[in-house]
């Protein structure tokens, strides 16, 4: 019996090896580069697209037939926020479902700051997706100088100098900014070129959410545009939209002052979310001032009754300029003290607070809330047009803004289940904006050429067998803002690094996924001592 079993395993050693661990067969090849689909078979080995064309004969341990479905390179979403929540959902089952193979997170300044810990963290739990990080400028200045409203010291601004570099070299991809958000909202532009100089010595990109995006939205992209000139590199204009409905209709001023400096040779290129709704947290509808230095002190300036006044007064004249003639276009997407205000505005959340309707309890509200830790919110505050007009013109990527999801919890944004099977199913199959070549392009070659993911993006031998298979008339973002949590569906198969994710449109166990580490860095540096 022994020695039947050796034959027996010594016939099967001497059994050639398939030529691939898969091949899709007869798919529609929509290459990520924007050019016309073609037909044609793709060979899949050892995490990487080997062949393409006819592979007839060929041999695979797996052969899917595509029965003329598209193919597709997996999408690069790069504005996410998954810092706290990847750790808790490895897998990205809500990105994957959305055909999302690869994530930028650190966007709008906010990051981790210690990289290569937390790279050796992911590293270890194992990722569902492919995860690049930015350094964010609120967490550097957070970490070197708390939230105080000044400006930094020379000593202060070398500490930050150097905690970038440092996360550059560990793998970062570039530096981001959020200048509406404290503390980065409180530094000047020198500030931001020095940081932004640091980043671009070692090739990195800066992702701005700029200081406006409605009134002074011109001079915002200008600073931007100044920074990434300053510090030679590209720049990446995070979510860009007009979000004051007074001023809806811009974006033909702030678009051709994007195209105006291209034609001048700076590299510089926007992201769009397809929604009209954002999302963001309660504290932007305080004025910045009140937010500085630490919980504690805001608490203090919200229970005394002349500066409370003041915020009130500030907070009521923003709203006027908005265009908003109440807080019902600010929903409750999560807060924690009490669960049953999510999904509500704050109109409905005031009156539900035993307050008459008025702006000034709305704003008394608002307050109320801040005091108690605050809120994650959804607001409506961009138009269509603009949104049309932002999305046909070809330098803007698609990305979601939105992050990785428990299953069930809280009412986020519909974004983060369903921004990619929104722009195929309502923006190509629907209103006809975008071809779909040019929709896939956004999604995949244009992100990666302006973050140097240099063997991503496209179907092309060699490159990381990240792909997806999926049927157009098929594709429907489900999400919605009353009932988010539902995943996108017509993503029949998608591969991370040739590991099968999602697997006749369901989940699989597999872990695909890499840390995304700058052109370059191939190893994870040791952490340093002492910062």
């Not at 050796?6 to 016939?11: F, I, L, N, R, T």
């Not at 897998?91 to 990051?111: E, F, I, P």
């Amino acid at each position: 019996m022994r020695r039947f079993l050796a034959m027996a395993a010594a016939c099967v050693s001497l059994l050639p090896a398939a030529d691939f661990d898969l091949i899709v067969t007869r798919a529609r090849v929509v290459d990520g580069t924007g050019n016309p689909w073609y037909r044609a078979d793709v060979g899949v080995k050892g995490g990487r697209i080997a062949a393409i064309g006819n592979l007839t004969g060929k041999t695979a341990d797996r052969a899917i037939d595509a029965r003329d479905r598209v193919l597709a390179p997996g999408f690069i979403d790069v504005h996410t926020h998954i810092e706290g929540a990847v750790e808790q959902v490895p897998r990205g089952d809500n990105y994957l479902m959305d055909g999302v193979t690869t994530v930028v997170t650190g966007n709008c300044g906010g990051s981790r700051v210690k990289v290569a810990e937390w790279f050796a963290e992911l590293e270890k739990t194992g990722l569902g997706l492919n995860v690049a990080t930015l350094i964010g400028h609120n967490s550097v200045r957070r970490e070197v100088m708390g939230t105080a409203n000044r400006q930094a010291t020379p000593e202060e601004l070398a500490k930050m100098e150097a905690l970038v570099e440092t996360a550059m070299r560990e793998g970062a991809v570039g530096f981001s900014t959020g200048l509406i958000y404290i503390p980065g909202t409180y530094s000047d532009t020198a500030e931001v070129v020095a940081l932004g100089k640091a980043a671009g010595r070692h090739g990195g990109v800066y992702a701005s959410h700029m200081r406006d995006e409605g009134e002074k939205v011109l001079d915002a992209i200008r600073e931007a545009v100044e920074v990434a000139k300053a510090a030679g590199v590209p720049a990446q204009l995070s979510h860009f939209k007009i979000d004051t409905p007074r001023l809806w209709g811009m974006s033909t001023q702030s678009l051709a002052l994007v195209e105006q400096y291209r034609r001048e040779g700076v590299d510089v290129v926007v992201d769009q979310y397809p929604y009209d709704h954002s999302s963001t947290n309660l504290g932007i509808t305080l004025p910045t001032w009140a937010l500085a230095d630490g919980d504690e002190a805001v608490r203090e300036r919200l229970a005394s009754g002349e500066t409370r006044a003041r915020i009130k007064s500030e907070m009521l004249e923003r709203l006027k300029n908005l265009g908003h003639a109440d807080y019902s276009y600010a929903i409750v997407a999560r807060y924690r003290p009490e669960a049953s205000y999510e999904g509500k505005n704050i109109s409905e959340v005031n009156v539900l607070m035993g307050r008459a309707k008025s702006i000034e309890n709305e704003a008394e509200t608002i307050l109320d809330i801040m005091r108690k830790g605050g809120a994650q919110m959804v607001y409506h505050s961009m138009g269509n047009e603009d949104m049309e007009r932002i999305m046909k013109y070809p330098n803007t990527a698609v990305a979601s803004d939105g992050g990785v999801r428990v299953f069930g919890e809280g009412m986020p944004h519909p974004r983060s289940y369903g921004t990619n099977a929104r722009v195929l199913a309502e923006y190509v199959r629907k209103r006809g904006v975008l071809t779909l070549e040019d929709a896939i392009r956004r999604m995949t070659s244009l992100p990666a050429r302006t973050f140097a993911f240099r063997d991503r993006g496209q179907i092309r031998e060699g490159y990381a067998a990240d792909l997806l298979l999926f049927d157009p008339p098929r594709v429907e973002d489900k999400s919605t803002y009353q009932q988010p949590h539902q995943f996108t569906e017509g993503f029949d198969l998608v591969l991370v690094n040739g590991v099968v994710m999602v697997d006749n449109g369901k989940l699989t166990e597999n872990r695909g996924g890499q840390v995304a580490r700058r052109w370059g860095v191939t190893t994870a540096p040791a952490p340093a001592s002492g910062r």
